[in-house]
């Protein structure tokens, strides 16, 4: 989907394990809050449903956000910065199992929070609809000047949302997440090794 730069990240490099432990901390924190506001709001959340149709629906909204992202990343130079820095941030020291880490956590408690709890509860209309995406894209922010990534953050949150209230089952936008995050990861990792070994 994405294919790195020669431009370093304005952070300080993470290590492995810091990136697994924020990455599991951050599912944790997320859980809670999930939680916490299903205890304060009896609004019930979105449940999860296991059938063929949702499934296939989830699968297929994964592999359309990870096309336009592709074609976002071509034809938009301040989004391809925007995510090659977010990517080789978080990216770049994990070695390929931990991949599927970084598609399930992150789909998992970021959707029970932002489709399953907080969509219902703002309403399952297009307040609701719009008011979670931006949430979902601004917790993607690590800095201003990543806003082209964040912007497309609450896109990719609209089209998930958008999948929720059409099926009301969270399995579909959780499938996506995972595959979205599982395919792009990968991409950007494998084209990142083949360059730096060509360069070298």
Known sequence: MVKPTSQQPEFE????????IAMGITAVILLVVAKVWLRLDSTPQVPIQI??????????LGLGIT???ALLYQFWPRYQQSADIYLQL????????DLFWLGVLPGL???L?????????????WTGLAA???CFGILHMSSPQQWPYVLWASIVGFAL???TLVTHNLMVPVIAHILTNVLSSTTWKWRYQRQSASSS
């Open 109 to 111: 408690s970021e959707e």
């Open 132 to 134: 979670s995406s931006i």
């Open 90 to 97: 978080i990216l770049k020291p994990l070695e390929w199992p």
């Open 161 to 163: 949302g958008y999948s």
């Open 51 to 60: 059938n063929i149709s949702d499934v296939l629906w989830g699968i297929s």
């Open 67 to 69: 096309g336009c992202s």
């Open 13 to 20: 490099p993470l290590s492995r394990s810091q990136i697994l």
């Open 113 to 125: 929070l932002f489709r399953g709890v907080m969509l219902p509860s703002l309403g399952l209309n």
